[in-house]
């Protein structure tokens, strides 16, 4: 059974940095792809940062050049750096992760997640 659990997030004041970890276990596939997701109260479910086996990634325009996601290369472990951190970033965050090698931000298309932390960015 694969399991998702995060790591981190928290409160920070704008202009600061927090990091993100989410470790799997029990994850069976050999070709896989990594995200990050942010959720608001109310609003759907937004892809931001993803990550392939191989290491090439993506971002959303909204956190590309403030945002950076890496990978453990030992274990599936990734990780998600927030720099220069807005209020507007402030939001429930998921990783989440898929059997396929290709880059997603697309929510349906993942088939396991992590259980949820708490950004809250003041200002």
């Known amino acids: 059974q694969v399991e998702l659990v995060q790591s981190g997030g928290g409160s920070v004041q704008a202009g600061g940095s927090l990091t993100l970890s989410c470790e799997a276990s029990?994850?069976?596939?050999?070709?896989?792809?990594l995200g990050w997701f942010r959720q608001v109260s109310g609003k759907k479910r937004e892809g931001i940062a993803a990550?392939?086996?191989?290491?090439?990634?993506d971002y959303a325009d909204s956190v590309e050049g403030r945002f950076t996601i890496s990978k453990d290369n030992t274990k599936i472990t990734w990780f998600l750096k927030m720099d220069n951190l807005r209020p507007e970033d402030t939001a429930m965050y998921y990783c989440?992760?898929?059997?396929?090698?290709?880059?997603?931000?697309?929510?349906?298309?993942?088939?396991?997640w992590g259980q949820g932390t708490q950004v809250t960015v003041s200002t």
């Open positions: 989440a992760a898929r059997s396929v090698l290709r880059l997603s931000f697309l929510e349906y298309e993942y088939e396991y």
């Open positions: 990550i392939d086996r191989d290491g090439l990634a």
């Open positions: 029990g994850f069976p596939h050999s070709a896989y792809s």
